[in-house]
């Protein structure tokens, strides 16, 4: 099952979950006129093809106590990128590493309580390459699932 492969059942399925994961089963089913065994069976498939990678909960950062949210644009040698690679995935902080094109080769999403520790984290970023960041004041659209066309 690839994306041309989806009927319009499963896009609207998707489009159910990318907005209410927690949604019951049997809400779904009465939401696509379906039974709630044969939406079991399409969650299960979307799932084993890949098109359903997980599920988790959305959690409000400042409410952690993490009210500094940044993106760093960062220069990273090509031979340093793996070693860069390693490192990032280890700090907690980051929410998001993206190997893009552009001025910058990673551009990375952020939180941290303070300035002061965006500052500090900052300085250790910089031992890879030179480095941008812009904090955000807020957001108007969160992260969100992609649409289907059902």
């Not at 500090?120 to 030179?130: A, C, N, S, V």
């Amino acid at each position: 099952m690839k994306g041309n492969e989806l009927d319009h059942v499963d896009r609207k399925i998707l489009n159910i979950l990318m907005k209410e994961g927690r949604k019951p089963i049997r809400e779904i089913a009465a939401d696509v006129f379906l039974s709630s065994p044969a939406v079991s069976a399409r969650i299960s498939a979307l799932e084993k093809s890949g098109y359903i990678t997980g599920y988790c909960a959305k959690i409000d950062p400042a409410a952690l106590g993490y009210h500094i949210k940044s993106f760093i644009g960062l220069e990273v040698k090509p031979a340093e990128k793996q070693e860069f690679y390693s490192y990032i995935a280890s700090v907690p902080n980051v929410v998001e590493c993206n190997c893009v094109t552009g001025e910058y080769s990673m551009l990375l999403e952020v939180f941290f309580p303070t300035t002061a520790e965006l500052d500090r984290f900052i300085g250790e970023l910089q031992t890879y390459g030179r480095s941008k960041t812009m904090i955000v004041f807020n957001t108007s659209v969160e992260h969100r699932g992609i649409h289907l066309s059902e």
